[in-house]
């Protein structure tokens, strides 16, 4: 055969090789419970260093502030602060007990991320919730109520506070389901088999 046919019979053949997509690895029930112990630890550390800028900004803001020249600037540091150092709380107290261990375990993974998904749907919900009674105080602050800039500087903290949260617990939520979703995989694709200790659940890795 001529050597230009070769080359040519070469690359008719190389190129629906070339053309197979490359298939993405399967996470194992281990890789994806090791992904949600880093992820949680992830989000603690985000939400205590959100918080100790809050703790500390606004001190400062409380410190450089008069209560009666400047109301609404000191309002809005004091609670920025107190919410500061109540997140700084939550994520030394969670980082200290650990996210817990690692599992190979399908049911056991599921139940630990489905449990994860649930706290950070109700912290989202908390989080709209505090944004909302801000933008309350800051409607109300209009209505002839005293010190109305000390309730706009409470009712804008809240909104901050609200909508800051509202995103660090939507970055981790986004995560936990995607793996929820890597996990189901692994449900669809199980197998049940007979041993001697029993049916046991079969997961491919």
Known sequence: MPPLRVLTALVLI???????????????????????????????WRVGAWGLANAVGGAALVLASDRTDAPGRWA??????????????IAAAGLAGGPGAVTG????????????????????????GYAAVGATLLAVAGQGVATPAAW???????????????ALDGIAYAATRARLGALLDLVGSADLAAT????????PL
């Open 105 to 128: 375990d399908l049911a056991a993974a599921l139940a630990a991320e489905n449990g994860y998904a649930d706290v950070l749907l109700v912290n989202l919900g908390l989080n709209v």
């Open 196 to 203: 001697a200790q029993g049916v046991v659940l079969v997961v």
């Open 14 to 44: 190389a190129a629906p090789l070339a053309a197979q997509p490359v298939a993405e690895p399967v996470p194992s029930v281990t890789e994806l419970s090791e992904a949600l112990r880093a992820d949680q630890r992830a989000h603690l």
């Open 152 to 166: 706009r500087g409470h009712g804008a903290a809240l909104v901050v506070q609200g909508l800051g949260l509202l």
């Open 76 to 89: 809005f540091g004091a609670q920025s602060a107190a919410w500061g150092v109540v997140n700084v709380g």
